[in-house]
């Protein structure tokens, strides 16, 4: 049951409640660990036939001509679909998720290595591959743009002509902060330190590919779409825009998800072409990518290049920081985020610092690159905004000659300080920051690190510690601030107590493996008194679920979460009056505790929720306005992001001969609130970390000077495996969300955005003894190595 384990969060104080105590162990496990999962691959309809896309190989041509007639030809194939085809149904190019169109298939030129061509539909998987290579294009090659330094060039090749009057591959300048206030404070400033840095191009190589299985019915005109996707009803939405389907025809599916971290955000050419392939063919058609489509093709993640600078005085007190930042959003500029923010939430650069001002500017360019841009469990950006803050704070530093973790207790916003206005315009909930970021330095042994440190050194020997400090902020968001395409971010929910006392919740969220059907079963059982394995968590499919913005940005919790918090609480409520009704009493003569409504004085006298639930269906005589059933609903307008934070230390041993670096140890303290379920939010942890040790270490997507993709397969795109991470040692503190109804805040991507500044900070402090002052990531054996050796850096 709920209540084995052991008390794991002090503040969420009774033992008896479902949420914060105990290890509940996942409801969705038994059918993962027994194979019986169910993913889209899984799905299987009568005559299905199987797609497959041909795709460019080069990054920059026009299409000269391109004949299908082999293809066709050959045994099997059902229908090949190009771009002229696309442009008769005016389906060829579609809307992305940031205000520009992406093509759907190539009609005039390809932009980017791994485009998609044209697609073929056979009979089965192999034959549908095997035509692609029976298919001739011509294709006539230009030079393409791939560093972003030079994409605004005078004289770049314009990689978007197709826009009526576009000269440039310029996207949009954006800027947050005051630059008046803050270049003031800068020229006044006793130190300042600036650095370059680039958050390079990697990808969230979720487990499973994406995919989509479209069922197109002719006679009814309705259309189900199995889908990889961590937004099924935005989604729906678009589809119905862009194919023209009413929305109520369409019903989309997305079944168990291996793994999403933002890869699955975005519509994707392969989902609209096993649509297009459904209803030209009248059969359901399967697209499923493979590996280096989906590394070359979908939704990277970073790639953004940092001008850095902070501004101090000598005693160590933090005044400003300010940035300039080149983003390259390669060929389309498909980023998911907020439409106000084309940097997503880059604003939060200024980290977790009381300063007196700040100010950045970001400029998008395209690039013969595949598109996306907020992938990879990013929360819009913030793992950009923190990666810098955190290094410049370390390079601040070594310049005052200070330890790097007293400049930051010197500097972090005081608990009396929240909420906290920054100078960007967020309004950080709650925090105690240096209770946090002192308990990671006791769980280190900060000092005995330092002096193992110095021992070493002493030896040769390279050992690095390495600190960051984070503020997240997730949970987008206020329907006033924030929306996607014009849809509002607010999450419905959907509650229905059966007249046995079970319960069912539809959510409007999506899991991709973050275990939703357990946590947001705790929040129902925690606020009705039912236990949480009598509630069924009903998600991914928008024919069973509430309208809703779906699962990135960690912002499951925060909107749906409370959401889901909401309507159980407007169950109990309703459940009073039931109560009253058939205690023969007075609802206002009645209280709540663990459960069950009981007559104040007299707690002999009540009714547990199973009974009212069916009392509510049942005979008794029902007060006025008060509906047969125990059922609510609710849409969830957050009034504000939640702001999780945490202090990571981080330890390596780097090989002098190799370059070779060595996470020795981990410690991550993490604070995000009221703590659901403590066992799934240290799996969270674990697998940010583990990505953070990726991202720091061993991953890129790189380009050639002809755009061709460096990073296509997992033989040059690494994955960190057990044997690259050490064993991690997590702690936690517990500061709630004020606004919150259950206090909490968002955890999915602390770790992934804490860790890699700890890693690289790790790595800097131990090649101090060479004088470096920065290494961009990964800081693979190749490029510490030359850098020891004060060579230049290899790719
Ligand atoms: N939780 C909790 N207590 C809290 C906060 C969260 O118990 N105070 C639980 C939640 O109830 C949920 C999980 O932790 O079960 C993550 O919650 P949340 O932080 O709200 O994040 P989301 O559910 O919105 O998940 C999204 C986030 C993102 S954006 C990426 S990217 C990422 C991540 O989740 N992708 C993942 N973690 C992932 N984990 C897995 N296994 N697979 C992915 O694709
Ligand atoms: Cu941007 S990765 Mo997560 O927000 O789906």
Known sequence: TILEGHPANPAAGDADRPIGYGRLQRKEDPRFVRGKGNYVDDIVLPGMLHGAILRSPVAHARLVSIDTSKALAHPGVKAVITGQDLLGLKLAWAPTLSADVQAVLVTDKVRFQGQEVAFVVAEDRYS?????????????????????????????????????????????????????????????????????????????????????????????????????????????????????????????????????????????????????????????????????????????????????????????????????????????????QPTKYPAGFFHIFTGSYDLQAAHCKVTGVYTNKAPGGVAYACSFRVTEAVYLVERMVDILARKLEMDPAELRLKNLIKPEQFPYKNKTGWEYDSGDYATALRKSMEMAGYDELRREQKEKRARGELMGIGISFFTETVGAGPRKHMDIVGLGMNDGAELRVHPTGKAVVRISVQSQGQGHETTFAQIVAEEIGIPPEDIDVVHGDTDQTPFGLGTYGSRSTPVSGAAVALVARKVREKAKFIAAAMLETRPEDLEWEKGRWFVKGDPSVGKTMAEIAMGAHGTVALPEGIEGNLDAEVTYDPPNLTFPFGAYICVVDVDPGTGHVKVRRFIAVDDCGTRINPMIIEGQVHGGLTDGVGMALMQIIEFDAEGNNLGGSFMDYLIPTALEVPNWETGFTVTPSPHHPIGAKGIGESATVGSPPAIVNAVVDALAPFGIQHMDMPCTPARVWAAMQGRPRPP
């Open 128 to 336: 549908a591959r095997d035509a692609l290579e029976l298919i001739e294009v011509d294709y006539d090659v230009l030079p393409a743009v791939v560093d972003a330094r030079k994409a605004l060039d005078p004289g770049a090749p314009v990689i978007r002509d197709e826009i009526e009057g576009r000269t440039d591959n310029h996207i949009f300048d954006w800027e947050a902060g005051d630059k008046a206030e803050t270049d003031a404070v800068f020229a006044s400033a006793d130190v300042v330190v600036s650095q370059e840095m680039v958050y390079p191009r990697s990808h969230p190589a979720p487990m499973e590919t994406c995919g989509a299985v479209a069922d197109y019915e002719p006679i009814d005109g309705t259309l189900t779409l199995y889908e990889t996707s961590q937004a099924p009803h935005a989604h729906r939405t678009l589809f119905a825009i862009v194919a023209g389907i009413p929305e109520h025809k369409i019903r989309i599916v997305s079944p168990d998800i291996g793994g999403g971290f933002g890869n699955k955000v975005g519509i994707y050419p392969g989902y609209i072409l096993a649509v297009v392939g459904s209803i030209v063919t009248g059969k359901p058609v399967k697209w499923m990518e493979d590996r280096s489509e989906n590394l070359m093709s979908t939704s990277f993640a970073r790639d953004y290049i940092m001008q850095g600078e902070i501004a101090a005085t000598k005693e160590g007190k933090i005044l400003a920081v300010r940035t300039t930042v080149l983003a390259d959003h390669g060929a389309f500029n498909a980023t998911a």
